[in-house]
């Protein structure tokens, strides 16, 4: 779990969290957050905040996140819709871009 993902999080029209990375415009991946995390805002402008309350990122904002790939959805975890049409990114450390 030590590459790194460059991007910005969005929210598409299901209210998912999805990184948008590279020139295409188009979603790479849906972050998984670690146990703790949870996101705040709406659709259009959101903060992702770590288990201690901390803003550790903003919808829009661009950030270099440390993780990794991973293949399957843990059946503990929720919103499930989110899974559709991108790869899941395992969340580690979220640095500014």
């Known amino acids: 779990m030590e590459a790194a993902l460059r991007g910005t999080l969005t929210a598409d029209e ?3 969290v ?3 990375s590279g020139t ?3 979603y790479s ?3 998984v957050w670690p146990l703790g995390y949870t996101v705040q805002g709406g659709a259009k402008s959101f903060e992702v905040l770590d288990a201690g309350k901390n803003v550790i990122a903003r919808s829009g904002a661009a950030f270099i996140m440390g993780g ?3 293949d399957r959805f ?3 975890w929720t919103h499930r819709a989110c899974l559709n049409g991108t790869k899941l990114w ?3 450390t979220i640095l500014p871009g």
């Open 29 to 31: 991946s849906t972050p």
């Open 90 to 92: 395992a969340v580690g």
């Open 74 to 76: 843990n059946e503990n």
């Open 24 to 26: 295409s415009g188009q």
């Open 14 to 16: 299901s209210g998912c």
């Open 18 to 20: 999805r990184v948008r």
């Open 68 to 70: 990794g790939g991973i």
